[in-house]
Protein backbone atom coordinates (compact mmCIF):
# COMPACT_ATOMS: atom_id res chain seq x y z
CA UNK A 1 0.00 0.00 0.00
CA UNK A 2 1.38 3.52 -0.98
CA UNK A 3 0.22 5.74 1.72
CA UNK A 4 1.72 9.27 0.86
CA UNK A 5 4.87 7.89 -0.82
CA UNK A 6 5.35 7.86 -4.34
CA UNK A 7 3.57 5.82 -7.11
CA UNK A 8 5.21 3.60 -9.61
CA UNK A 9 3.55 4.15 -13.15
CA UNK A 10 3.84 2.72 -16.50
CA UNK A 11 4.18 -1.17 -17.58
CA UNK A 12 7.13 -3.12 -15.10
CA UNK A 13 5.10 -5.83 -14.28
CA UNK A 14 3.51 -6.60 -17.81
CA UNK A 15 5.33 -10.18 -18.88
CA UNK A 16 3.92 -11.59 -15.31
CA UNK A 17 0.69 -10.01 -15.72
CA UNK A 18 0.20 -11.74 -18.78
CA UNK A 19 1.43 -14.98 -17.69
CA UNK A 20 -1.05 -14.37 -15.28
CA UNK A 21 -3.95 -13.93 -17.17
CA UNK A 22 -2.84 -17.03 -19.45
CA UNK A 23 -2.95 -19.25 -16.09
CA UNK A 24 -6.37 -18.33 -15.40
CA UNK A 25 -7.16 -19.29 -18.61
CA UNK A 26 -5.68 -22.64 -18.17
CA UNK A 27 -6.65 -23.22 -14.39
CA UNK A 28 -10.42 -22.29 -14.81
CA UNK A 29 -11.51 -23.17 -18.27
CA UNK A 30 -13.04 -20.85 -20.66
CA UNK A 31 -16.46 -21.90 -19.19
CA UNK A 32 -15.34 -20.97 -16.18
CA UNK A 33 -14.14 -17.38 -17.24
CA UNK A 34 -16.92 -16.59 -18.95
CA UNK A 35 -19.20 -17.04 -15.67
CA UNK A 36 -17.50 -14.08 -14.62
CA UNK A 37 -19.53 -11.68 -17.50
CA UNK A 38 -20.46 -9.45 -14.49
CA UNK A 39 -18.45 -7.34 -12.25
CA UNK A 40 -19.74 -6.82 -8.64
CA UNK A 41 -21.42 -3.94 -8.65
CA UNK A 42 -20.50 -0.82 -6.99
CA UNK A 43 -24.11 -0.60 -4.63
CA UNK A 44 -22.64 -4.29 -3.47
CA UNK A 45 -19.85 -3.10 -1.66
CA UNK A 46 -20.52 0.63 -0.78
CA UNK A 47 -19.36 1.42 2.49
CA UNK A 48 -20.94 4.70 4.23
CA UNK A 49 -19.40 6.45 7.25
CA UNK A 50 -22.77 5.99 9.48
CA UNK A 51 -22.40 2.04 8.44
CA UNK A 52 -21.03 -0.02 11.68
CA UNK A 53 -17.19 -0.90 10.70
CA UNK A 54 -17.34 -4.91 12.00
CA UNK A 55 -20.63 -5.10 10.12
CA UNK A 56 -20.38 -3.06 7.15
CA UNK A 57 -16.92 -5.13 6.49
CA UNK A 58 -18.39 -8.45 6.79
CA UNK A 59 -21.36 -7.10 4.42
CA UNK A 60 -18.74 -6.30 2.13
CA UNK A 61 -16.76 -9.45 2.47
CA UNK A 62 -20.02 -11.91 1.90
CA UNK A 63 -20.63 -9.98 -1.14
CA UNK A 64 -17.12 -10.99 -2.39
CA UNK A 65 -17.25 -14.08 -1.03
CA UNK A 66 -20.43 -14.49 -3.07
CA UNK A 67 -19.26 -12.89 -6.17
CA UNK A 68 -16.21 -15.25 -6.11
CA UNK A 69 -18.58 -18.07 -5.49
CA UNK A 70 -17.08 -19.64 -2.78
CA UNK A 71 -20.67 -20.30 -0.61
CA UNK A 72 -18.91 -21.95 1.92
CA UNK A 73 -16.14 -19.54 2.80
CA UNK A 74 -16.66 -17.52 5.97
CA UNK A 75 -14.95 -14.11 6.39
CA UNK A 76 -13.92 -12.88 10.01
CA UNK A 77 -12.41 -9.36 9.98
CA UNK A 78 -10.68 -7.40 12.05
CA UNK A 79 -8.07 -4.42 11.61
CA UNK A 80 -4.56 -3.58 13.84
CA UNK A 81 -1.97 -1.37 12.54
CA UNK A 82 0.46 -2.64 9.60
CA UNK A 83 2.86 -1.80 7.13
CA UNK A 84 0.54 -3.33 3.96
CA UNK A 85 -3.18 -2.73 3.53
CA UNK A 86 -4.59 -6.57 4.62
CA UNK A 87 -3.52 -9.84 5.06
CA UNK A 88 -5.60 -13.42 5.05
CA UNK A 89 -4.50 -16.69 7.41
CA UNK A 90 -4.24 -18.94 4.40
CA UNK A 91 -5.98 -22.15 6.39
CA UNK A 92 -7.99 -25.03 5.72
CA UNK A 93 -11.48 -23.18 6.22
CA UNK A 94 -14.00 -22.77 5.63
CA UNK A 95 -13.23 -19.61 8.51
CA UNK A 96 -10.46 -17.30 7.09
CA UNK A 97 -9.38 -14.72 9.32
CA UNK A 98 -8.37 -11.23 7.16
CA UNK A 99 -6.56 -8.43 9.00
CA UNK A 100 -7.31 -5.06 7.59
CA UNK A 101 -5.09 -1.91 8.20
CA UNK A 102 -6.37 0.36 10.99
CA UNK A 103 -6.64 3.29 7.94
CA UNK A 104 -9.54 1.86 6.79
CA UNK A 105 -11.34 2.75 9.57
CA UNK A 106 -11.38 6.48 8.83
CA UNK A 107 -11.15 5.56 4.59
CA UNK A 108 -14.16 3.40 4.61
CA UNK A 109 -14.84 3.55 0.86
CA UNK A 110 -11.84 1.49 0.25
CA UNK A 111 -12.67 -1.37 2.37
CA UNK A 112 -14.12 -3.32 -0.86
CA UNK A 113 -11.02 -2.61 -2.77
CA UNK A 114 -8.53 -4.43 0.46
CA UNK A 115 -11.15 -7.06 0.79
CA UNK A 116 -11.28 -7.79 -3.26
CA UNK A 117 -7.82 -8.49 -2.73
CA UNK A 118 -7.95 -10.53 0.01
CA UNK A 119 -10.80 -12.88 -1.13
CA UNK A 120 -9.22 -13.59 -4.21
CA UNK A 121 -6.19 -15.19 -2.21
CA UNK A 122 -8.81 -17.58 -0.71
CA UNK A 123 -10.12 -18.57 -4.21
CA UNK A 124 -6.60 -18.86 -5.70
CA UNK A 125 -5.44 -21.10 -2.61
CA UNK A 126 -8.49 -23.19 -2.89
CA UNK A 127 -7.64 -23.85 -6.69
CA UNK A 128 -4.40 -24.27 -5.71
CA UNK A 129 -3.05 -21.51 -8.14
CA UNK A 130 -0.02 -19.89 -7.18
CA UNK A 131 3.14 -18.54 -8.76
CA UNK A 132 6.59 -19.00 -7.06
CA UNK A 133 7.87 -15.79 -4.88
CA UNK A 134 5.77 -13.17 -3.28
CA UNK A 135 6.18 -10.26 -5.79
CA UNK A 136 4.81 -12.59 -8.66
CA UNK A 137 2.50 -14.16 -6.79
CA UNK A 138 0.71 -10.75 -5.42
CA UNK A 139 0.59 -9.56 -8.76
CA UNK A 140 -1.23 -13.06 -9.76
CA UNK A 141 -4.06 -12.42 -7.65
CA UNK A 142 -4.05 -8.78 -8.40
CA UNK A 143 -4.60 -9.63 -11.78
CA UNK A 144 -6.93 -12.61 -10.87
CA UNK A 145 -8.92 -10.05 -8.87
CA UNK A 146 -9.39 -7.30 -11.54
CA UNK A 147 -10.15 -10.00 -14.44
CA UNK A 148 -12.87 -11.48 -12.73
CA UNK A 149 -14.82 -8.53 -11.87
CA UNK A 150 -13.46 -7.11 -8.28
CA UNK A 151 -10.25 -5.05 -9.74
CA UNK A 152 -11.73 -1.83 -10.42
CA UNK A 153 -12.55 -1.21 -6.83
CA UNK A 154 -8.58 -1.93 -6.61
CA UNK A 155 -8.12 0.82 -9.58
CA UNK A 156 -10.61 3.51 -8.20
CA UNK A 157 -8.72 3.45 -4.84
CA UNK A 158 -5.65 5.31 -6.26
CA UNK A 159 -5.70 8.74 -5.81
CA UNK A 160 -2.69 11.08 -5.86
CA UNK A 161 -2.08 14.61 -6.16
CA UNK A 162 0.90 17.38 -5.01
CA UNK A 163 0.14 16.54 -1.17
CA UNK A 164 -0.91 12.97 -0.74
CA UNK A 165 -1.21 9.34 -2.59
CA UNK A 166 -2.91 6.05 -1.86
CA UNK A 167 -2.77 3.17 -4.23
CA UNK A 168 -3.41 -0.83 -3.41
CA UNK A 169 -2.29 -3.80 -4.87
CA UNK A 170 1.27 -4.77 -6.38
CA UNK A 171 0.24 -3.60 -9.99
CA UNK A 172 0.55 0.25 -11.37
CA UNK A 173 -2.78 2.11 -12.03
CA UNK A 174 -1.62 1.40 -15.83
CA UNK A 175 -1.35 -1.88 -15.32
CA UNK A 176 -4.48 -2.13 -13.17
CA UNK A 177 -6.52 -0.52 -16.17
CA UNK A 178 -4.70 -2.61 -18.89
CA UNK A 179 -6.30 -5.82 -16.86
CA UNK A 180 -9.50 -4.04 -16.65
CA UNK A 181 -9.45 -3.13 -20.59
CA UNK A 182 -8.50 -6.69 -21.18
CA UNK A 183 -11.59 -8.09 -19.45
CA UNK A 184 -13.85 -4.54 -21.20
CA UNK A 185 -12.71 -5.96 -24.18
CA UNK A 186 -13.86 -9.90 -23.20
CA UNK A 187 -17.11 -8.84 -21.13
CA UNK A 188 -17.93 -5.62 -23.48
CA UNK A 189 -18.14 -3.91 -20.31
CA UNK A 190 -17.29 -0.41 -19.56
CA UNK A 191 -16.06 -0.24 -15.70
CA UNK A 192 -15.14 3.52 -16.36
CA UNK A 193 -18.26 4.45 -14.98
CA UNK A 194 -17.87 3.37 -11.59
CA UNK A 195 -14.72 5.71 -11.07
CA UNK A 196 -14.97 8.33 -8.30
CA UNK A 197 -11.10 8.73 -8.24
CA UNK A 198 -10.52 11.13 -11.12
CA UNK A 199 -6.96 9.27 -11.44
CA UNK A 200 -8.68 6.28 -11.80
CA UNK A 201 -9.98 7.24 -15.49
CA UNK A 202 -6.58 8.05 -17.07
CA UNK A 203 -4.96 4.57 -15.70
CA UNK A 204 -7.69 2.84 -17.30
CA UNK A 205 -7.44 4.58 -21.09
CA UNK A 206 -3.30 4.09 -20.79
CA UNK A 207 -4.27 0.19 -19.81
CA UNK A 208 -6.75 0.15 -22.69
CA UNK A 209 -4.08 1.98 -25.37
CA UNK A 210 -1.71 -0.59 -24.52
CA UNK A 211 -4.75 -3.68 -24.12
CA UNK A 212 -5.42 -2.49 -27.93
CA UNK A 213 -1.73 -2.88 -29.22
CA UNK A 214 -1.81 -6.41 -28.37
CA UNK A 215 -4.50 -7.03 -30.90
CA UNK A 216 -2.36 -4.67 -33.69
CA UNK A 217 0.53 -7.31 -33.59
CA UNK A 218 1.91 -9.28 -36.39
CA UNK A 219 0.49 -11.56 -38.04
CA UNK A 220 -2.68 -10.32 -37.05
CA UNK A 221 -4.43 -8.48 -40.18
CA UNK A 222 -5.04 -5.55 -37.65
CA UNK A 223 -1.18 -4.95 -37.53
CA UNK A 224 -0.37 -1.49 -39.02
CA UNK A 225 1.96 -0.69 -42.06
CA UNK A 226 5.25 -0.63 -40.25
CA UNK A 227 4.63 -3.60 -37.92
CA UNK A 228 3.90 -5.22 -41.45
CA UNK A 229 7.16 -4.08 -42.87
CA UNK A 230 8.72 -5.36 -39.64
CA UNK A 231 7.26 -8.72 -40.40
CA UNK A 232 8.21 -9.60 -43.46
CA UNK A 233 11.49 -8.46 -43.06
CA UNK A 234 11.56 -11.03 -40.16
CA UNK A 235 9.89 -13.30 -42.34
CA UNK A 236 12.49 -13.41 -45.29
CA UNK A 237 15.38 -13.54 -42.74
CA UNK A 238 14.17 -16.56 -40.98
CA UNK A 239 13.44 -18.56 -44.76
CA UNK A 240 16.92 -17.68 -45.18
CA UNK A 241 18.48 -18.13 -41.97
CA UNK A 242 15.61 -21.13 -40.59
CA UNK A 243 15.88 -20.76 -36.78
CA UNK A 244 16.77 -17.35 -37.08
CA UNK A 245 15.42 -15.08 -34.08
CA UNK A 246 12.92 -11.93 -35.16
CA UNK A 247 14.14 -8.33 -34.63
CA UNK A 248 14.62 -7.78 -31.24
CA UNK A 249 11.21 -7.23 -28.92
CA UNK A 250 8.96 -8.91 -31.60
CA UNK A 251 6.38 -10.80 -29.85
CA UNK A 252 6.53 -13.68 -32.85
CA UNK A 253 9.15 -16.06 -33.25
CA UNK A 254 9.85 -18.07 -36.71
CA UNK A 255 10.48 -21.55 -36.41
CA UNK A 256 11.05 -24.92 -39.03
CA UNK A 257 8.98 -27.42 -39.48
CA UNK A 258 10.58 -30.21 -40.22
CA UNK A 259 10.41 -30.65 -44.30
CA UNK A 260 7.45 -28.45 -44.10
CA UNK A 261 6.56 -25.17 -43.90
CA UNK A 262 7.80 -22.73 -41.73
CA UNK A 263 5.83 -21.46 -38.87
CA UNK A 264 5.39 -18.99 -37.09
CA UNK A 265 4.14 -18.38 -33.36
CA UNK A 266 3.03 -15.58 -31.08
CA UNK A 267 0.60 -14.72 -28.10
CA UNK A 268 -3.21 -14.82 -28.49
CA UNK A 269 -3.71 -11.19 -27.75
CA UNK A 270 -7.17 -12.37 -25.16
CA UNK A 271 -5.59 -14.90 -22.85
CA UNK A 272 -1.49 -14.59 -24.42
CA UNK A 273 -1.03 -18.21 -24.84
CA UNK A 274 0.91 -19.06 -27.32
CA UNK A 275 -0.49 -19.89 -30.94
CA UNK A 276 1.65 -21.61 -33.90
CA UNK A 277 0.40 -21.65 -37.46
CA UNK A 278 2.47 -22.25 -40.67
CA UNK A 279 3.24 -19.37 -42.97
CA UNK A 280 1.34 -19.03 -45.92
CA UNK A 281 -0.87 -16.02 -46.14
CA UNK A 282 -3.73 -15.12 -45.04
CA UNK A 283 -5.07 -17.95 -41.72
CA UNK A 284 -7.76 -17.88 -39.29
CA UNK A 285 -6.53 -19.17 -36.25
CA UNK A 286 -8.57 -20.27 -32.99
CA UNK A 287 -7.17 -19.93 -29.66
CA UNK A 288 -7.82 -23.29 -28.08
CA UNK A 289 -7.40 -21.97 -24.59
CA UNK A 290 -9.85 -18.66 -24.75
CA UNK A 291 -11.24 -19.70 -28.10
CA UNK A 292 -10.97 -16.14 -29.71
CA UNK A 293 -11.06 -16.82 -33.70
CA UNK A 294 -8.05 -14.68 -35.09
CA UNK A 295 -7.23 -13.04 -38.98
CA UNK A 296 -3.71 -14.02 -39.63
CA UNK A 297 -1.32 -12.86 -42.64
CA UNK A 298 2.06 -15.11 -41.75
Not at 203 to 228: H, I, N
Not at 277 to 288: D, E, K, L, T
Request: hydrophobic fraction near 35%.
Amino acid sequence: MANGGPVQHGFPHLETVRASITALYRRLSYDTVQTFDTSVAPADVAFCDTDDLYLGAQRVAHELVRHYRLPDARLIVSFREMSHAANVELAAGPEYFVELNDRFRTHRRDIGAALAHEVMHVYLHRLGLAFPGTRDNEILTDTATTYLGAGWLLLDAYREDSASSQKLGYLTPEEFGYVLAKRALVFAEDPSVWFTSPQAYPAYVKGMAEARRDETQPPLTAAGWAGRRRYARDRRHAQDRPGAGPSTGEPYTFTPDGRGPLRVSFPCPTCQQRIRVPVRGRVRARCGLCRTVLECDT
